[in-house]
């Protein structure tokens, strides 16, 4: 933990992929509200902001979570299909029909 909060950046991939129960969300406050204003932080998620609330359990903590990552923020909304599937025929071979 020490580690990851002396970092200059952290990368948090697939945030919101599963929901949290609450004892999970207070660990995941805890640890963004400790990055908050020291560390670059870097968050990918499927899902938007608005949906955080039903996901973290908790509207008090979505909010603090939220406020503390969207405040000195850029927030980048990509649309269009995943490049895991795009390229799966790349990788794989062609799809079966």
Avoid: C
């Avoid at 870097?42 to 949906?51: A, C, F, H, Q, V």
């Amino acid at each position: 933990m020490k580690r990851i909060i002396e970092s200059d950046m952290v990368i948090i991939d697939d945030l919101m992929f599963m929901a949290m129960d609450k004892p999970e969300a207070n660990l995941f406050f805890q640890l963004i509200n400790k990055l908050y204003g020291q560390t670059a932080l870097i968050i990918t998620s499927n899902k938007g902001p608005e949906d955080w609330g039903d996901l973290l359990g908790d509207p008090a903590i979505t909010m603090a979570i939220l406020d503390r990552i969207i405040h000195k923020s850029e927030i980048i909304h990509l649309t269009g299909d995943s490049q895991r599937i795009k390229n799966r025929q790349t990788i794989f071979g062609k799809p079966d029909s």
